[in-house]
Every structure is written in structure tokens, then in C-alpha cells.
């Protein structure tokens, strides 16, 4: 009778020394003749109508993900593209800008009226003078002596 | 009569060189059907032959083995090479069966590695009341065998057919299954010596019956 204590291992499972395992090896050669019994069985061949069943679902398999990266790739790039045309087409177009205006303005604030603004009040007041007889508007006639 | 003890039948063993085998795997990966077709052509047998014994409804068996080629065609991107092909479509049969055997609830058949031996006689580690040698393969001696694989637990039946009939070695066989190589070790004289015990008893009924 073989030790009792590898056979519990054996079957349990748990590790063993390397002088348990060398015997191990040595039980397993001498088994050997028993592995052609097994080698020896006949491995059924499977159906034609299984294989043809298989051969359609690989085609399945094989022809979605092709379809969905092609379908993919083709409206993506369709879809950019047609967004970079609609960016150019219907963008907005900035209205051209005065720069001399833009650079004359602020020095305007900052130096007082603008010219047309002087030229309105210097109307304005000539007008208001004439009005409350201030201003002397030199007659054609009055400094003819010859006239009296 | 399917021939002598020994001899494979070439029509289930068609290997294909290694390179032959890389380049339809890269033909695959780019889902070539075509290509990963001759790879079905090459394992197909062998491994419907492991899930047909690994399950014991044919119609499970032949649902699973496309499963496992459909798998490994959906997964050929993850495939890394560090394995052989092989090895890889035996994983995947071994976890689908596993899987299969879970969902039926196989009972203690699946769960129980040493329930074949609770309630037998001692093992005999070298069993000469036979000389496999001398055996001739008939059906009745088939039948034998394959009865012995059905009768034990399901992690000795799957390194057995691994090693002995699918000639793996330890190291592959525990990348496969995803165990210690000392665990494959000792299932696979277990394995053997409740074969050897089968069978003997099956030798020794037909002698007594001459």
C-alpha cells in the first residue's frame, strides 16, 4: 500500500513536497498505458447542416461591424463636411470697420465738441444774438450821407 | 471497429502548421470568415468531441461548439498569441461547458472531484489486470471507456480528455483549465486510475463470462 498521506493529498488537492511530486510523476508514468484507451475514441464529425448553421452566423458576425464602420465613417465625414459648408455660407459677415473712425473717436471725447458740434452752437448763438437785437447788422444804405 | 488502441483516426487530427494557423488567425482578426473557416475545418471535430463529453445532451453539445467557434471569432481581437489557438478554443469550450453545467445543475457529478472514489475500493496505482497493448479499440470496449468518462466528476473528465486525448501537456492544460500544474497532476491520476478501475472491471466480467 502506497503512503496513505499523498493519496489524501492527491485527492485533496494540496500541495505537496518535491519528493511527493516526483513520486506523483512516477505513479503518472506508470499509468500511462491507460492514456491510448482514451486518445483512441472516435471524435464525431459534425453535420453539414450544423457547419452551414455556423458558417451563417461567422457571415453575421463578420458583415455587421464592416457595414457599421463603413456607414460610420461615410455619414461622419458627410456630416463635417456639410457643417464647415453651412459655417461658411451662412456665417454672418462683419461689417468693415472704419479704423480711422474708431481710432479718432476716443481722442474726441477726450478733447471736447466735435467740430460739427462747435459749428452748430456757433450758429445757435449767432442766431439767438440777431434775434434780441445785439448783433449790428451793417445797412446797405445808412452810411450814405447823400441819402438825407 | 474503429482500429487499434493508439491509433488516431487522421481524419480527426488535422493539424495545421503553425504558420498556416498564424496567418488565418491575422486574416480572422479582420473578420474573414473565410479564413477562420478552415479553422473551424481544422478543430471542429476535436472540439465538439471534448463539449460532446464534457455535456450529456448531444443537442447542448452541438449548440455549445458553435458557440465556441462564434466566440472565438468575435474574440480573435483579444487574442494575444501567448497561447496556442488550441488552447485558447479549449478555454473557451471548458468555460462553456462549465457555464452549461452550472445553469443545468448537474448536481454533485460537477462539484465533487473525489465523489467517485468515496465509495470504492482503495485505489491500485498499477492495475495489471490488463495490458491496454494487447486491447483492440472495438465499440463494446468504447462504449466502456466513454461510460467511465461520463461516470466521473467533471474536473477529471476535462483534464483527461485534455492530456490523453488531446495530447496537451501539464503546463497548457493548466492554462486551460486555470489551475496549479500539481492540481493537473493529481486530477489526472485520478482521472486514469478510475478509467483503469472501469475498465478492469469491464476485463474481468468478459473473462468471466468466456
Known amino acids: ?148 | 471497429m474503429n482500429g487499434l488502441v493508439g491509433v488516431e483516426s487522421l481524419a480527426n487530427r488535422r493539424h495545421m502548421d503553425a504558420a498556416t494557423e498564424q496567418a488565418l488567425v491575422a486574416q480572422s482578426r479582420r473578420q474573414d470568415a473565410e479564413a477562420f473557416g478552415k479553422i473551424v475545418d481544422a478543430y471542429q471535430a476535436r472540439v465538439l468531441g471534448f463539449v460532446r463529453r464534457m455535456l450529456r445532451s448531444e443537442e447542448e453539445a452541438l449548440d455549445v461548439a458553435q458557440e465556441v467557434f462564434i466566440k472565438a471569432f468575435q474574440g480573435l481581437a483579444r487574442f494575444d498569441g501567448r497561447c496556442s489557438l488550441r488552447t485558447w478554443l479549449f478555454r473557451i469550450a471548458h468555460n462553456l461547458c462549465i457555464d452549461r453545467s452550472r445553469r443545468v445543475d448537474r448536481g454533485p457529478d460537477f462539484n465533487s472531484l473525489d465523489s467517485s472514489f468515496d465509495d470504492e475500493e482503495p485505489l491500485e496505482f498499477a492495475d495489471t489486470r490488463w495490458d491496454p497493448e494487447m486491447l483492440v479499440m472495438n465499440e463494446e470496449l468504447s462504449v466502456v471507456v466513454e461510460e467511465a468518462l461520463g461516470s466521473m466528476s467533471e474536473k477529471l473528465r476535462t483534464v483527461l480528455l485534455l492530456h490523453d486525448k488531446e495530447d496537451m501537456g501539464y503546463e497548457e492544460i493548466a492554462s486551460t483549465v486555470n489551475v496549479p500544474v500539481g492540481t493537473v497532476k493529481s486530477r489526472l491520476f485520478l482521472a486514469r486510475a478510475h478509467m483503469q478501475k472501469h475498465v478492469g472491471d469491464y476485463l474481468a466480467s468478459a473473462r468471466g463470462g468466456v
Open chain 1, 1 to 148: 500500500m502506497k503512503d496513505q498521506e499523498l493519496i489524501l493529498k492527491i485527492v485533496r488537492e494540496t500541495p505537496m513536497t518535491a519528493s511527493e511530486s516526483l513520486e506523483l510523476d512516477e505513479l503518472l508514468e506508470a499509468q500511462v498505458t491507460s492514456a491510448p484507451l482514451v486518445g483512441a475514441l472516435h471524435d464525431p464529425e459534425p453535420s453539414l447542416s450544423w457547419r452551414s448553421a455556423l458558417n451563417e452566423e461567422l457571415l453575421k458576425c463578420s458583415v455587421k461591424p464592416k457595414r457599421r464602420s463603413v456607414t460610420f465613417w461615410v455619414s461622419g465625414f458627410a456630416a463635417t463636411a456639410v457643417a464647415v459648408l453651412a459655417l461658411f455660407v451662412f456665417m454672418p459677415h462683419a461689417p468693415k470697420v472704419d479704423r480711422t473712425a474708431i481710432s479718432t473717436a476716443p481722442l474726441a471725447k477726450q478733447t471736447g465738441p466735435s467740430l460739427e458740434e462747435s459749428l452748430v452752437s456757433a450758429h445757435h448763438e449767432a442766431d439767438l444774438e440777431t434775434g434780441m437785437g445785439v448783433s449790428w447788422t451793417p445797412e446797405p444804405n445808412s452810411s450814405r450821407p447823400d441819402s438825407l
